[in-house]
C-alpha cells in the first residue's frame, strides 16, 4: 500500500468553502486507489473541520518552522507528498526534499492565486486587466514552487494554458484536473424543487475570500437597487461562513437585503431560491458556488471572470454579463420567466455531466501519476529549471526556517 503525505494549508472545511470540498474530492481520489493517507496541518481546528479520522485519514498536528517535523517525515517517509497551495510547498518543500527525496510531490494550487491578486489590483486601480499585471512577487513565488513540484494540480483548462503560453512552463509539469462530481440524473432532477416553489434570489460565499466579500458590495450598491425597482416583492439574501461585522452591516430588511450567515448545507439552501448572483469582478480557479447551483438546478447570474473555464462551449446555467445593467435585466428576466429558467436549468446539467462527471478524469490522472511515479528521475530531469530552483531556493529557505526555529528555541519559556 503507497502511503501519502498531504500537508494542509489548513484543515478541510467542506461546509465553509470550495476548497475543502475539492480537498475532500482529492482525498476521497487516493483512497479509492488504496492509498495511506496523513493529513498534517500547522493550523488550528475549527468547529467545522471536517473529521477525516472517519475516512481512515490520519490526522496529525504539526509545527511550522520546527526540526520534528523531519522526523516525522522520516519515520513516515511517504511515495507521495502533496501540498496545499504553493505557500505550503514553500514552508515544507525543502524538508520533503531533504528527507524523502524519492516521493514524487504534487502541489494543488485550488487556484492560480498571483492571476486572482492581478485581476484584483486591476479593480482597485481602476485600470483595464492587462496581462502586464500578472508578473508580480506572487506570480514569482507561485511559479517557482510550481517548478519545485513534480506535478502541479489546476482546477482550470484557462490557467493551465496561461501558464504554457505567457510563461513557458513544460506541459508535462501541469495537471488539468477540475472538479469531480457525480452526475447529474433523472432522479436527482425529480427531486429538485420547481420555478414555482422556489423564491428570491441568493449569493453564497466564503467571507475570508475577498472576491467573495467583493461580489456582495457591487451587489449591494450598484445591482440590487436596479432588481429590487422591478421586483417589488423578491429578496436577495446573502449566505457565507466567516462573516465579519462589515459584512453584517449591509443587512437591511427595508431594502430587502437580508445577510443570512453561514448555510450549515449549501445544496439545500440553494435548492429553495430561483437564481443565484454572482458579478464576481475578480478571482481564478472554477467557482463551486456554481457546481452547487448546476446540482441543484438553480440558474444564476454571473460576469466572464465567473464563468471563466466552466462552459468549454456549451450554453450557460443562466447568464454571462458585461455590464450592471445587462446583469440586472437577465436576473428579472430568469425570475419572471419559466421557460427561459428552465432552460437555463437543462444547460446546468449538460455543463456539469460533461465537464465534471467523474470516472474518466479520475482514471486517466492516476495512469498519469503512475506513469511519472515510474520514470520519475527522468521527470524531473526534463525539468532542470526545477532542479536549479529546488536547490538555490532550498538554500534560502532553509535557513531562513532554521533562524526561526533557532529563535524559538532561544525564546523564554
Not at 149 to 164: A, R
Not at 187 to 200: C, G, L, P
Not at 231 to 257: C, D, M, S, W
Request: hydrophobic letters at 40%; glycine letters at 4%.
Amino acid at each position: 500500500m503507497k502511503k501519502m503525505l498531504i500537508i494542509g494549508l489548513v484543515w478541510p472545511e467542506p461546509t465553509s468553502s470550495a476548497a475543502g470540498t475539492r480537498m475532500l474530492q482529492l482525498i476521497d481520489l487516493f483512497l479509492t486507489e488504496n492509498y495511506d493517507i496523513t493529513f498534517a496541518c500547522a493550523a488550528s481546528k475549527s468547529a467545522y473541520s471536517f473529521p477525516l479520522q472517519t475516512k481512515n485519514v490520519k490526522e496529525v498536528e504539526i509545527q511550522l518552522n520546527d526540526e520534528s517535523f523531519n522526523t516525522f517525515l522520516k519515520e513516515l517517509n511517504p511515495n507521495v507528498v502533496m501540498f496545499d497551495r504553493y505557500m505550503v510547498e514553500e514552508q515544507y518543500g525543502w524538508r520533503v526534499a531533504m528527507e524523502c527525496p524519492n516521493a514524487l510531490k504534487i502541489l494543488d494550487t485550488e487556484d492560480l492565486h498571483f492571476l486572482r491578486y492581478a485581476r484584483q489590483e486591476a479593480i482597485k486601480k481602476g485600470v483595464e486587466f492587462s496581462n502586464q499585471l500578472l508578473y508580480s512577487d506572487h506570480a514569482k513565488r507561485e511559479i517557482a514552487a510550481i517548478l519545485r513540484s513534480d506535478i502541479t494540480l489546476l482546477i482550470s483548462k484557462e490557467e493551465k494554458d496561461l501558464l504554457i503560453n505567457q510563461f513557458n512552463i513544460n506541459p508535462s509539469l501541469l495537471y488539468y484536473l477540475p472538479f469531480l462530481e457525480n452526475e447529474i440524473t433523472s432522479d436527482n432532477v425529480a427531486t429538485w424543487k420547481s420555478f414555482v416553489e422556489r423564491q428570491h434570489f441568493m449569493f453564497i460565499g466564503n467571507f475570508i475570500h475577498e472576491p467573495n466579500w467583493n461580489c456582495v458590495q457591487v451587489l449591494k450598491t450598484r445591482i440590487w437597487p436596479l432588481i429590487k425597482k422591478e421586483l417589488p416583492k423578491a429578496e436577495l439574501h446573502i449566505y457565507g461562513a466567516y462573516a465579519t461585522q462589515k459584512v453584517n452591516q449591509l443587512h437591511n430588511p427595508k431594502e430587502r437585503f437580508f445577510i443570512k450567515g453561514r448555510a450549515e448545507d449549501a445544496q439545500e439552501t440553494m435548492s429553495n431560491y430561483k437564481a443565484l448572483l454572482a458579478p464576481i469582478q475578480f478571482g481564478a480557479g472554477v467557482k463551486g458556488k456554481f457546481v452547487d447551483a448546476m446540482q441543484t438546478g438553480t440558474p444564476n447570474v454571473t460576469t466572464k471572470v465567473g464563468a471563466e473555464a466552466m462552459q468549454n462551449g456549451l450554453d450557460w446555467n443562466g447568464f454571462v454579463t458585461e455590464s450592471d445593467e445587462e446583469f440586472a435585466a437577465k436576473a428579472i428576466a430568469l425570475y419572471k420567466n419559466e421557460e427561459l429558467w428552465e432552460t437555463a436549468q437543462n444547460n446546468g446539467i449538460k455543463i456539469l455531466n460533461i465537464n465534471y462527471g467523474n470516472i474518466e478524469f479520475k482514471t486517466e490522472f492516476m495512469s498519469y501519476l503512475n506513469a511519472i511515479e515510474k520514470y520519475l528521475e527522468l521527470h524531473r530531469q526534463q525539468n532542470f529549471f526545477g532542479q536549479i530552483l529546488q536547490h538555490h531556493t532550498n538554500q534560502s529557505t532553509k535557513y531562513m526556517s532554521l533562524w526561526i526555529e533557532q529563535k524559538n528555541k532561544n525564546l523564554p519559556k
